[in-house]
């Protein structure tokens, strides 16, 4: 028995109608076709599918299951042809997000809540643990965007440059290196220096400044969270080096101070790496869009 989409929508259209030149006008065929149709059906599963000279026409017990089955069939059906026309247009699909920048979660989450309601189609999740492997899940379609301040020479992959930041030295107002103008690599030596708990080479006072200078700190404390640091720090637990808008937006300002690396500081850049082929897509731009608008706000909290 070969059941079509077409049989499907044939049968609800003359239960819906009531009679076969109604049908047939609704699905723009001529009734001579319609009833061609309906015979074909019914020789290939050996039964009525109606009770003959009804007035309206009505199903049989054979055609109410057929008309069950196209009910649960044929919105399905709908769905997923919706769901194609938006992966079609850009308006639908799944943005599952990578990121390398552990304090970007902070800023990521206003950017994503906007997101939301503008895509309601698109699937939005992140993906933390995937961080330290984040490129080569973006490889394998595991995520849809990495979060990153290393661009690296990935085929298929563009990076899109999102803002600049400075990563700036924090410590207690009390501390010693609290009254330099700056900080240098030596400086760290007899600190305990408080980061995230991800490798030392994703650190930008690591890459940039520690490991060139072969400078370690005296103590290594990894902490999760941003706040924890600052609280830490505030206490003169140990000294930290965060990205200058993470510190605006705090509350405990008159506690700490912040100084640059090194006399001309150090400027980074922050980038969302996708794949080629979905570089244009709609709701990935205005990703990219709001993502630079919310670092302007941080960066003049």
């Known amino acids: 028995m070969h059941i079509e989409f077409r049989h499907l929508r044939t049968i609800k259209a003359i239960h819906d109608t009531g009679g076969l030149a109604r049908a047939a006008d609704m699905l723009g065929i001529t009734q001579s076709a319609l009833s061609h ?14 009770v003959r000279r009804s007035k309206p026409l009505k199903l049989s017990a054979a055609g109410q299951r057929l008309l069950a089955a196209a009910n649960r069939i044929l919105p399905e ?3 997923l042809e919706a769901e194609f026309n938006g992966l079609v247009q850009g308006s639908a699909g799944r943005m599952h997000i990578a990121i390398e920048c552990h304090a ?6 206003p950017v994503l809540e906007d997101f939301r309601k503008t895509w309601p189609d698109v699937d939005v999740d992140i993906r933390p643990g ?3 492997d984040a490129l080569p899940a973006l490889r394998k379609e595991a995520v849809d965007l990495v979060v990153s301040s290393d661009p690296e020479d990935v085929p298929g992959t563009t990076f899109i440059p999102l803002f600049d930041y400075e990563p700036v030295f924090v410590a207690s107002a009390q501390h010693p ?3 330099k103008p700056f900080v240098t690599a030596e ?14 080479a994703r ?4 890459s940039q400044l520690l490991m060139p200078a072969k400078v370690q700190p005296k103590e290594v404390r990894k902490v999760e969270l941003t706040a924890v640091i600052l609280l830490l720090v505030a206490s003169n ?3 930290a080096v965060l990205p200058d808008w993470v510190v605006r937006q705090t509350a405990y300002g008159s506690d700490y101070v912040t100084r640059p690396l090194t006399e001309t500081g150090i400027t980074r850049r922050l980038y969302a790496a996708v794949r080629d082929d979905e570089v244009d897509l709609p709701y990935v731009s205005h990703l990219v869009r709001k993502a630079r608008q919310e670092a302007v706000k941080l960066q003049r909290t």
């Open 177 to 179: 290196l609290a009254q």
């Open 237 to 239: 637990r140990g000294v």
């Open 203 to 206: 650190l930008d006072v690591f």
């Open 130 to 132: 995937l961080a330290f």
């Open 37 to 50: 149709q309906i015979k074909g059906i019914e020789d290939q599963a050996g039964v009525e599918l109606f």
């Open 77 to 79: 059906v709908a769905a």
């Open 187 to 200: 400086d760290f030596r007899d600190e305990t220096l408080i980061t995230y708990p991800v490798d030392q």
């Open 104 to 109: 970007c979660f902070e800023w990521l989450f």
